[in-house]
């Protein structure tokens, strides 16, 4: 039964990846991963890896591959199919014949190397099933177990491991914000931005009178020449013309001084 | 199935996921590849793990899940900052950083 | 309070006077810079007179005092004290040094009045008369040549004091030069000495090198004459004397401060001081008082041709600075110190004098345009007349009895050095008859324009300030000199200041009249106990014989110039024509400056030529430069061509990597 199911999920996990690599349309090399996931998290239980497995489905298979969905939907253009949208140039700017062929004959160089390496290496216990497994409720491999070497004997990797997803969460928000990208005009700290209300003095405020307020309210307006002005002067204000300004009234604005 | 059969089925993986990376030009594809590259070293990893009766391979597994969705928040992100910047979505395009 | 503690009191009031200027000049409202200058000097002077009432209250044989105020740096073998020496020598100096500042500071008070510079000028009077102090009262070599090299950093400041004229910088530079080529030569001099004597600290070196030196020894004699280097840079003897007339360019207090007075006579103080020394090398002492000689006679002839007043007096100076070189070369201690002062007072006298012509010419210094100022400058024309009579060694003023002593004890010493004093008195006539050329020719004549001007009861100013040297036009901003000039007529200041220097002019050669009172000798004594040359054994008969001798050479140079000048200008015309080639050799100042051009500049400049379109372009641009850059482009050419920018093979790259690992250890196993 065992190795029944280990060649179902051999078979599986393989021609995902196969299709991961081969598939023009990468919306399909998506679905193709997935597939190749699942199959990976069935050899996890066959080698009694059951947290891993089940972390595997949901959290690989499930919300990472949902990120990739909808960045695939999101690149995605409503003009050209997905594919179209997505699939490169026709030709390259280098030989790409010549360095996919070097790249099959790397990677299976690699593949042998790693054959030998792994499957010649003479250890005797891979030839066998593993070590003794008596099931329990504490046993290897079950989330009770997990959990306490996580917390205990890889409490400092677990802790590091939290730091790097939030540190690469905010790398993410950073980097995918709305005007994002280096060089453009607005490059303040988004998250600043955010957390401070208009008009509460700050430094900033302080020193560019009104303008850093009206500059950032509008940014569409502003960015339009021949926009009609609502009003008289805001924008002018914020064009640097401090100076029209009577002086209480910029120490008012930027009360915080 | 003794444990040399996971090993192998790891190594093509591992193998696929490399070409891939080499061949494929769409940065989305090539993220795809790299998390093969990944679940090929996990495999690996539990596989060893059950051979030895070790808890150690799994909790290295989970951390390398973790860093590889680390890697995919960030390659989407740049992914995503790409297109807003109407580049081109190929790597063959994005070679700015040429010497 | 001991005299060390007026010593160290000497050397801080200055100090806190250049500070509080320097540091303070934008607080300080209006002139004050210039009275706090003045009152710093003037208090480092009562300090000095203290530290001669305090020493004069020790026995005799207990005069050398030192005082350390901390150590300044202990190492192998070497111990340097911040430490000062007061002995009868140093406060000697320092009595004249801070003396004859306080009156020039007084005097500048007006005579820079309407500088833009004012404050800075007084910074750095203050930091030169500071440096000197150091100098004289330095007690281990270590501070010697620390106050020596001040004195050269204060002179170039002061001579380029007006910093926009480029002659004045040039001049500035040139001094600062050869004055370092003086400290190179008393550092290594220091050296030499220190080598065998292991201490820094003067009495002691005093006192160990008879006994580590034989006399005439070769180390002792090259560290002598290295000391000589220096002395003669900072004294301006031949052949190092060529930056003094130039330094003429600075404010005419500065000559009269640097120039005449205090830091020239440093030379002298240094050979004084190092009597010790010098006795051990006779050969140095010997090089010494011929160089002095030949300087005081070369500076002499060419005093009779120059036509800048203030150069005049400039070449007087290296000539009377010969004498005293001379004089302490061969021993005459107590009469070329003495000397040292009565120059001081005259020839100060004579730059201030000197300075006053120059502001009723309105910044013009050329003697051809002066002319008849006799009637207009009464007191100037007195001032210039009793310090001319000072100078020329007519009795009873100053002069007279230090240069005769100077020639006597000369005499004494036999031999050869009867060419010296010959010389010496050669020079006398030569002294009395440029003298006196300059001052007939300023005073005496038909009155010129700004003569009569200033009868009428305006002093004049030029429409269009300009510079004296090469006629260039100025304006009177900050760095040039200011807009309007002052006489000592005008001036209370300057009056006094001249007024008391004409004092000490015609009186202080009274203090020393051999045979009678011997002030000087007596005081001096504790400094030169050990020289066998310092007790005179005067030959009575050639003491009179000498000072008649001077009187009379004195009295005929001056009626020779009052005949060339004054009665029969003709003659200066036909003897210009007649000795055609002497007359260019004098007014070229022996070519020392063209032939220090030839034999140094020239070939250094050529020198630093070729360093830099030969050496520097071919060898180290082209080879080393271009050599190791070319290294780093080809080698960074090959790194780069790695750097193509594709992903995908930078992913071969790397699974390459991969392989070629795994493969190098599967071989291994």
């Given at each position: ?18 299709g ?54 999101y ?24 360095l ?5 004959l790397?990677?299976g160089?690699?593949l ?30 079950t ?28 790398g ?27 008009g ?18 509008r ?39 | ?7 192998a089925?790891?190594a ?13 030009r ?32 799994q ?19 740049m ?21 | ?36 200058g ?29 005082s ?7 190492s ?19 009595l004249?040094?801070?003396?004859i ?16 510079g ?9 930091f030169?008369?500071?440096s000197?102090?150091?100098l ?22 002061l001579?380029s ?17 050869i ?19 292991g201490?820094?600290?003067?009495l ?20 002598c ?56 090398a006779?050969?140095?002492q010997d ?9 005081l006679?070369?500076?002499?002839t ?8 203030k ?27 003495f000397?040292?002062?009565t120059?001081a ?38 001032c ?9 060694g007519?009795p ?12 006597l ?27 006196f ?45 200011g807009?309007?000039h ?8 300057m ?13 202080a ?22 020289s ?26 001056i009626?020779?110039?009052?005949r060339?000048w ?42 630093g ?12 641009d ?7 850059t ?21 992913a ?18």
């Amino acid at each position: 039964m065992s190795a029944v199911l280990f060649f179902l999920a051999a078979i599986g996990a393989i021609s995902g990846a196969v299709g991961v690599v081969v598939l023009r349309d990468p919306f399909y090399s998506v679905l193709a991963l997935v597939g190749h996931l699942l199959s990976l998290a069935l050899l996890f239980l066959l080698l009694r890896a059951e947290f891993v497995a089940a972390v595997q489905v949901v959290v690989y298979a499930g919300a990472v591959m949902v990120l990739y969905v909808f960045v695939v939907a999101y690149v995605g253009d409503s003009s050209t199919s997905l594919g179209e949208r997505l699939r490169p140039g026709v030709s390259g700017p280098t030989g790409g014949a010549r360095l996919r062929l070097g790249s099959a004959l790397l990677g299976g160089a690699v593949l042998v190397e790693l054959l030998i390496a792994l499957l010649g290496s003479g250890l005797k216990a891979i030839g066998e099933y593993g070590a003794p497994y008596a099931p329990g409720p504490k046993t290897y491999g079950t989330p009770a177990y997990i959990g306490n070497l996580l917390l205990t004997r890889f409490l400092l990797a677990f802790e590091i491991a939290s730091f790097l997803l939030l540190i690469a969460a905010v790398g993410a928000v950073v980097l995918a914000r709305r005007r994002g990208g280096l060089g453009e005009e607005s490059e303040e700290l988004v998250p600043l931005r955010l957390t401070r209300p208009r008009g509460t003095g700050t430094m900033a405020e302080g020193v560019s009178s009104l303008a850093f307020a009206t500059a950032h309210d509008r940014p569409t307006d502003f960015q339009v020449p021949d926009a009609p002005e609502p009003e008289p002067e805001p924008a002018a204000v914020g064009a640097g013309a401090s100076s029209a300004i009577d002086p209480e009234q910029r120490t008012d604005s930027g009360g915080g001084w | 199935m003794s444990i040399a059969w996971y090993l192998a089925v790891s190594a093509i993986v591992f193998a696929l996921g490399a070409g891939g990376v080499m061949t494929r030009r769409n940065p989305l594809v090539v993220l795809l590849c790299l998390e093969l590259m990944l679940n090929g070293a996990n495999l690996a990893l539990i596989a060893f793990a059950r051979m030895w009766g070790n808890g150690d391979g799994q909790i290295l597994a989970l951390i390398v899940m973790t860093v590889a969705a680390c890697e995919v928040c960030i390659g989407l992100g740049m992914i995503v900052a790409i297109y807003r910047r109407n580049l081109a979505l190929d790597v063959d395009e994005l070679r700015e950083l040429q010497g | 309070m001991s005299a060390t503690t007026y010593g160290w009191l000497v050397l801080l009031f200055p100090l806190l006077g250049t500070l509080t200027i320097a540091f303070g000049f934008r607080v300080l409202p209006g002139r004050s810079a210039g009275v706090i200058g003045t009152g710093a000097i003037l208090l480092a002077f009562l300090a000095a007179l203290g530290a001669l009432i305090a020493m004069q209250g020790e026995a005799p044989a207990h005069r050398e005092l030192t005082s350390s105020l901390w150590n300044y740096a202990v190492s192998v073998g070497i111990n340097a004290h911040v430490s000062i020496l007061v002995d009868p020598l140093s406060v000697y100096m320092i009595l004249i040094v801070s003396g004859i500042s306080t009156l020039i500071h007084l005097y500048s008070l007006s005579y820079l009045d309407e500088d833009r510079g004012f404050a800075r000028f007084f910074a750095y009077l203050n930091f030169f008369v500071f440096s000197m102090l150091l100098l004289v009262l330095a007690g281990n070599f270590l501070l010697l040549i620390v106050g020596w090299a001040f004195v050269g950093a204060a002179s170039y400041l002061l001579i380029s004091f007006w910093y926009r004229r480029t002659t004045a910088t040039k001049a500035g530079i040139k001094a600062f030069v050869i004055n370092v080529l003086g400290d190179v030569g008393l550092v290594l001099g220091t050296y030499f000495i220190f080598k065998h004597t292991g201490t820094l600290d003067f009495l002691k070196t005093f006192q160990v090198a008879p006994h580590v030196f034989t006399r005439g020894e070769g180390d002792i004699v090259a560290g002598c004459l290295l000391l000589l280097v220096g002395a003669f840079a900072k004294s301006a003897q031949i052949p190092l004397h060529t930056w003094l007339p130039d330094a003429m360019e600075g404010p005419t207090p500065v000559s009269a401060l640097i120039h005449a007075a205090t830091m020239v006579t440093a030379g002298v103080y240094l050979i004084a001081r190092m009597h010790v020394l010098f006795e051990l090398a006779p050969a140095a002492q010997d090089v010494g008082a011929v160089v002095g000689a030949a300087t005081l006679l070369i500076a002499g002839t060419i005093a009779l041709t120059q036509t800048d007043i203030k150069r005049v007096i400039a070449y007087s100076t290296m000539s009377q600075i010969g004498y005293m070189i001379m004089g302490v070369s061969v021993g005459a201690y107590a009469a070329g110190m003495f000397h040292l002062m009565t120059h001081a007072f005259f020839k100060a006298l004579l730059f201030m004098g000197a300075g006053s012509i120059i502001g009723a010419m309105g910044g013009e210094q050329s003697l051809e345009k002066m002319g008849g100022f006799r009637k207009a400058m009464p007191f100037t024309f007195a001032c210039f007349i009793i310090g001319g009579l000072a100078l020329s060694g007519i009795p009873p003023f100053s002069g007279f009895f230090s240069k005769d002593e100077i020639l006597l004890v000369t005499a004494e010493r036999g031999g050869w050095h009867w060419a010296l004093y010959v010389a010496g008195y050669i020079g006398a006539f030569l002294t009395a008859v440029y003298t006196f050329r300059m001052i007939f020719r300023a005073f005496y004549g038909e009155p010129v324009a700004e003569a009569r001007e200033l009868e009428a009861g305006h002093l004049h100013h030029p429409e269009h300030p300009t510079n004296p040297a090469n006629g260039e036009l100025e304006d009177t901003d900050v760095g040039f000199p200011g807009p309007h000039h002052t006489i000592a007529e005008r001036a209370l200041p300057m009056k006094v200041a001249m007024s008391l220097l004409a004092v000490g002019s015609i009186g202080a050669g009274l203090v020393q009249i051999p045979e009678v009172d011997d002030v000087i000798v007596n005081f001096l004594r504790p400094t030169f106990a050990g020289s066998p040359l310092y007790e005179p054994h005067t030959r009575d008969g050639l003491l009179v014989f000498g000072l008649i001798l001077g009187t009379l050479l004195g009295l005929a140079g001056i009626a020779l110039a009052y005949r060339i000048w004054v009665k029969q200008p003709s003659i200066a015309v036909t003897a210009r024509e007649r000795l055609r080639p002497l007359y260019l050799l004098s007014l070229n100042k022996w070519y020392f400056d063209e032939l220090i051009d030839a034999l140094v500049v020239r070939p250094a400049a050529a020198a630093g030529r070729f360093a830099s379109d030969t050496f520097e372009r071919v060898f180290v641009d082209g080879t080393l430069i271009g050599g190791s850059t070319g290294i780093v482009r080809a080698g960074s050419a090959a790194v780069r061509a790695i750097q193509s920018g594709f992903l995908r093979y930078y992913a071969a790259l790397l699974v390459l990597g991969v392989g070629a690992l795994g493969l190098y250890f599967l071989l291994q196993s």
